[in-house]
């Protein structure tokens, strides 16, 4: 089993503890930082836990710390044998829409970080309420700039963004918003993504699943995703946990 996207960093020292306890038999857990201190123990927790690995980036909500510094903060991170990725990069008009131009800047420079060090880029992608300007945004960047290797994390269903990654080749990651009851939308698009391009997340402690919705998220509770992901697919569980697992490890190049 593969967890491609949680925030460890945000566990409280025996929550992180009982987490990565229940995951110990995981394949790998790819814990995703999103800005200067959170990276720093994303790495921290990978650097002591032999099934966890990092991603390092600048969340589109902290944008506005894009520095000179930063961008040598994280062109260094960037380095260190543990980080599979950069990111969660992208585009979030829903919290921050006045910052439209720094998280362009910063999901340029991020882009061009995960080229020069032979990272899959990971995309996180939010619009304003009522809207879908920031995913239709994307959409317009990725056919811009056509990055060789990108997962779209928590993918909500987008049929223009699921079009342009599916053009690109592009990996689509599906978390515990699958299994909520209202979202046939995002379950029609998982039926429509190629195989090899499936994976699977928590963004724990984020978007628990059914039936756990309104509690805490913790990696993992990511079978639950993966359960329904395979009933989508007319798989079995065990098939489609040995696929998504192939698939991380293909994007990810876990050791």
Known sequence: MTDTHCHLDYLEAGELEAALHAARDFRALLTIGTDP???????????????????VGLHPTEAEQLSS???????????????????????DFYWKPETRSAQYRALDFQAQLAQSRGLPLIFHVRS???SDDAERELAEWLRLHRPPRFVLHAFGGHKQLLQVGLELG?????????????????RDAARQVPLDRLLVETDSPFLP??????????????RHTLEQLAALREMESRAMEHLTDENAQRLFAFA
Do not use: Q
């Open 209 to 222: 699943p059914e039936p756990h919705r309104g509690k805490r998220n913790h990696p993992a509770l990511v």
């Open 170 to 186: 592009g990996y689509f990651s599906f978390a515990g918003s699958l299994t909520y009851k209202k979202n046939d939308t995002l």
């Open 69 to 91: 510094h930063l961008e040598a903060d994280l062109s260094e991170l960037a380095r260190h044998p543990k980080v599979r990725a950069i990111g969660e990069s992208g585009l």
């Open 37 to 55: 201190v959170k990276n720093r123990k994303a790495l921290e927790i990978a650097a002591k836990t032999p099934n966890v690995w990092a991603a």
């Open 128 to 130: 304003a309420k009522g």
